[in-house]
């Protein structure tokens, strides 16, 4: 049978190791903040120096049914093609979850959209 003492240091030391454990919250990000998801604005700026991780949520606002987003490959992403489209919204209120590490790309699959700067690429830890 423990003794008291010895309960109360395990509790002490699970207090102590829930108070210096790291809380991790995902983070929520407007992309392209004040702007939104809108030909014209370059998004490799806007990503630089942000940390996405896994759990972390984007949001697209944009012109519902005039511009869309399209979650793409790589190949898709570098021709501003949609051949391979894991996923594509036009509402005007897009919410994506970064579910997994790894490389996102996100265009719209309107060419001149994308050629005119609706694509991003970012890099989930």
């Keep these: 049978m423990a003794s008291s003492t010895g309960k109360s240091v395990l509790v002490y030391i699970l207090f102590i190791l829930s108070v210096a454990m790291p809380i991790s919250y995902a983070n929520e990000y407007v992309v392209g903040d004040k702007r939104g998801w809108s030909p014209g604005v370059d998004y ?9 991780r896994v759990g972390d949520v984007l949001h697209f606002f944009y012109a519902p049914k005039v511009i869309d ?46 050629f005119t700067g609706l694509k991003l690429e970012l890099h989930v830890l």
């Excluded at 490799?44 to 996405?52: E, L, Q, R, T």
């Excluded at 793409?72 to 897009?94: H, W």
Aim: charged share 20%; glycine share 8%; proline share 2%.
């Design 69 to 114: 987003v399209a979650s793409v490959d790589i190949s898709s992403y570098a021709l501003c093609e949609s051949v391979k489209t894991f996923y594509k919204d036009n509402s005007g209120r897009t919410s994506i979850t970064l579910d997994k590490s790894g490389s996102y790309y996100f265009i719209s699959t309107n060419k001149q959209g994308c």
């Design 44 to 52: 490799h700026p806007w990503a630089y120096g942000k940390s996405f």
